[in-house]
């Protein structure tokens, strides 16, 4: 339905005018600052808007221009950033705003290719941030995107395959408006994400209703197309509180990789046969060459990462012998229960905290 200019230039009129009397009302977007929106869209990323809200404002707060980003201490910054997951956009975020700071006098490239190779700039990130601020015109392909896409055309080509996402790109560029692409990327997400939504999309509220093939043939939730992935595995871990003359050891991770920089109890994978409370004495004696004795299994938790699951047994310890060596991790510090509060934690030691700090509490710590 989409064949002809005349017609892609209607699509475009109707669907700019749908965004501009139902696009919510986010804080970036009220600002044309590329820093703003840079860290916006790094936020956004895998992300659910509403759940980065809040993280946004107190980030901007914190650290309101790349000088101050460039200029903090990454344990600060990925403090900031804790519960969001996915640290590595922190980091990289951290390592670029001092790049930008060191090559570019602190302002954001609106050079394509300056602005590419900044550590954790992607396509995706680059086309909206340049779009967006710099109003260079560059179309935008997220998921939202995506799905919109393979209805209005009835796109074969699974959305969940790298190797597709040239397919998608070609299509988003044919139908760019590249006078105002900033708002048009925009629209085109807003709109999966309000109105072609995964599940029971929103058709007969839909702007571009009359252009898309896949609800004209009533079959928008067969679309996108998706290939099936694997069962994502599930990993037992066994960790350990370690109480020594009324202090919690925890120790930091490498800084890079999963989770990269953040601080946790010493712990780790169960072994085949072995039981929780077995891998939790090992895994301390391994990580950080402490003997200690299970006092009581304090709970268990589950949390979901991007490719896999973990159900992780918590132990609270006393420390029995032996200097800390630590083979694996970075750095350990031995800190009282209050002072936890200061170190970036991933969001698994998060969900036992509150059962944790109870628990310490009857022992008077």
């Given amino acids: 339905m989409l064949q002809t200019t005349q017609t892609i230039k209607k699509f475009r009129r109707q669907l700019l005018a749908w965004y501009r009397q139902n696009r919510r009302d986010l804080p970036w977007r009220k600002t044309k600052d590329p820093y703003a929106i840079w860290v916006s869209e790094v936020m956004l990323q895998q992300t659910q808007v509403a759940t980065v809200i809040p993280y946004y404002e107190r980030f901007m707060a914190a650290f309101p221009g790349v000088k101050q980003l460039a200029e903090a201490e990454l344990q600060k910054v990925l403090k900031a950033w804790e519960g969001l997951g996915y640290y590595a956009r922190a980091r990289n975020l951290h390592r670029a705003a001092g790049i930008v700071c060191s090559l570019y006098d602190g302002r954001v490239p609106g050079d394509r290719k300056l602005f590419r190779d900044l550590p954790g700039v992607g396509n995706y990130i680059a086309a909206a941030v340049l779009s967006i601020a710099f109003d260079q015109p560059m179309a935008v392909v997220d998921g939202n995107v995506k799905r919109v896409l393979a209805r209005l055309l009835q796109m074969q080509a699974p959305a969940n395959a790298p190797g597709f996402h040239a397919e ?39 702007p571009l209703n009359d252009y898309c093939l896949a609800s004209s043939s009533g079959q928008a939730n067969l679309y996108p197309r998706r290939l099936t992935r694997p069962q994502t595995p599930l990993y037992r871990i066994a960790v350990g509180v ?31 046969g072995e039981s929780a409370s077995a891998a939790v004495l090992r895994e ?25 699951k973990i159900q992780m047994d918590v132990f609270i310890c006393s420390y029995s012998g032996g200097r800390v060596k630590l083979k694996g991790p970075v750095d350990f510090r031995w800190v009282t229960v209050a002072a936890m509060e200061e170190f970036p934690l991933p969001k698994a030691n998060h969900k036992f905290l509150p059962e944790l700090k109870k628990a310490l509490s009857c022992c008077g710590l």
């Avoid at 060459?289 to 709970?299: F, G």
């Fill in 168 to 206: 998608f790109t070609k299509a988003a560029d044919l139908l760019l408006d590249k006078r105002v692409a900033g708002d048009f990327n925009q629209a085109m997400m807003e709109l999966g994400a309000l109105v072609c939504t995964p599940r029971l999309p929103a058709c007969n509220q839909c």
């Fill in 242 to 272: 370690v109480i020594k003359n009324r202090r919690l050891l925890i120790t930091q991770r490498k800084p890079d990789g999963l989770l990269g920089g953040l601080w946790e109890f010493p712990g780790g994978k169960i072994k085949k």
């Fill in 284 to 308: 301390i004696k391994e990580e950080v060459n402490l003997s200690v004795t299970v006092e009581k299994r304090l709970t268990q938790v589950k949390h979901a990462y991007t490719h896999f």
